[in-house]
């Protein structure tokens, strides 16, 4: 997958071959923030653009701009899993908190 990132909001990008131009969209946040561009120079302003326009407009009706994560992660998983993922973390010697997030991180490519 192809990103943008912006004041920690990140962007996935797309080319749209029937309109011969990069769509992308802000993800990770319920407000559809979308923009796109012929060039890659183009989607990138055209993405700062969309991305402050949502600023300023959360600014002007008194709203807080909803922050792409907030680093917290509630999971549900069957009592099997919880326990197999606490006795890999304890073979590892981490916490639970600490080899999830690096499970994950590697999971998610970052």
């Not at 012929?38 to 807080?64: H, K, M, P």
């Not at 326990?83 to 999971?107: C, R, T």
Request: negative net charge; proline residues 4%.
């Amino acid at each position: 997958m192809n990103t943008m990132t912006h004041k920690g909001y990140v962007a996935r990008i797309e080319f749209d071959e029937r309109d011969n131009i990069f769509v992308g969209r802000v993800l990770g946040i319920r407000t559809i923030i979308s923009f796109h561009g012929e060039t890659v120079s183009e989607l990138r302003t055209a993405f700062i653009i969309a991305l402050e326009d949502y600023l300023e407009d959360c600014l002007t009706q008194g709203v807080a701009p909803e922050k792409p994560v907030s680093g917290n992660l509630m999971l549900r998983v069957p009592p099997e899993v919880h326990n197999a993922a606490i006795v890999a973390a304890q073979a590892s010697g981490k916490s639970l908190n600490q080899w999830a997030a690096e499970v994950l991180k590697e999971a998610a490519e970052v």
